[in-house]
């Protein structure tokens, strides 16, 4: 059994802004796996389904970004998922808005959710997927800038890193991680 966790955050007002891309990666994997999101369990939003014959189970935890740990650990425990069969995918400041790098550890980077997750598995070495997002210019806090949306300019890169890390997460639904890795990572 494979653990797919896109982190963001609940509610209408954070849809669609760059710190819920995580989210988005999810829902496009629902839709081509065909896997509804319709349980609601761990405090989390998730569903569960069949890819080529691997049992998938996609998440999205609803606790807020900083607690997206307590959710992850929860349904880890209860389904008995090894680390090596998690991946995590989240917004990243130090990519270019669009980029996606596959990485199998490293901390947390001041991401939040990264940083709630560490502490609840009690490791850094879990694979995961960071979508690129850039930095606030012209003095924008990050806190505002990561819970704003996405420019009209950067959308087209941000929808085409959305369809690429889905796409990573099928693949690495075949194949050891490393080689999704140096498929993906260009």
């Known amino acids: 059994m494979k653990l797919i966790v896109g982190l963001g955050n609940p509610g209408k007002q954070y849809e669609n ?3 819920n891309i995580g989210f988005e990666v999810i829902d496009e994997l629902a839709d081509q796996l065909a896997i ?3 349980q609601s369990k761990f405090k989390g939003l998730f569903g569960m389904g069949f890819h080529k014959g691997e049992k998938v189970v996609l998440l999205k935890p609803l606790t807020y970004m900083n607690l ?3 959710s992850i650990r929860a349904i880890m425990d209860y389904y008995q998922i090894e680390l090596e069969d998690f991946l995590v995918i989240y917004d990243d400041l130090d990519l270019p808005v669009g980029k996606i790098r ?3 550890k490293g901390s947390a980077g001041g991401h939040n959710g990264i940083k709630s997750t560490v502490a609840h598995l009690g490791t850094q070495e879990f694979n995961r997927i960071r ?3 850039d930095r606030p210019r ?3 806090k990050v806190p505002d800038y990561v819970l704003g949306r996405f420019s009209e300019e950067d959308l087209p890169s941000t ?3 959305v369809k690429k890390s889905a ?3 099928k693949a690495w639904l075949e194949k050891p991680f490393l080689q999704v890795m140096n498929e993906f990572n260009q």
């Open 17 to 19: 802004t760059r710190h």
């Open 36 to 38: 509804p999101l319709n």
């Open 68 to 70: 997206s740990g307590e």
């Open 102 to 104: 596959l990485r199998q």
């Open 131 to 133: 979508i690129g997002i």
């Open 138 to 140: 012209n003095g924008m």
């Open 159 to 161: 929808k085409e890193a």
């Open 167 to 169: 796409e990573a997460c």
